[in-house]
């Protein structure tokens, strides 16, 4: 049975940081790239970070620098470190799991996996 659990949201002031972390199971983690995406209500889901199977990693242009996205194949955990957050940050953020093997992993139907979200809220 496949699981993705995310854990680490909540609610931190305009500045603050997060990290998010999403545990894997049932599947093969090291084949997966990993995704975070994320929603705001009344807007489309969109593409946070990826990184691959072979530790690349790749970023929404808008977020290049304040988030970092990185993975421990020991433990089957992908993170996702949120630094000098924004109100505009406020959204549930969603792992998940592509077999793709890139280059594009932004397209969020590439992703067979997903976790349930968790709630990040970042106040003004």
């Known amino acids: 049975q496949v699981q993705l659990v995310e854990s680490g949201g909540g609610l931190v002031q305009a500045g603050g940081s997060l990290r998010l972390s999403c545990a894997a199971s049932g599947f093969t983690f090291s084949n997966y790239a990993m995704g975070w995406f994320r929603q705001a209500p009344g807007k489309e889901r969109e593409f946070v970070a990826a990184?691959?199977?072979?530790?690349?990693?790749y970023y929404a242009d808008s977020l290049k620098g304040r988030f970092t996205i990185s993975r421990d194949t020991a433990k089957n955990t992908v993170y996702l470190q949120m630094n000098s957050l924004k109100p505009e940050d406020t959204a549930v953020y969603y792992c998940?799991?592509?077999?793709?093997?890139?280059?594009?992993?932004?397209?969020?139907?590439?992703?067979?996996?997903w976790g349930q979200g968790t709630q990040v809220t970042v106040s003004s």
């Open positions: 990184i691959c199977w072979s530790y690349n990693t």
């Open positions: 998940a799991a592509s077999p793709s093997r890139g280059p594009d992993y932004s397209d969020y139907g590439q992703y067979d996996y």
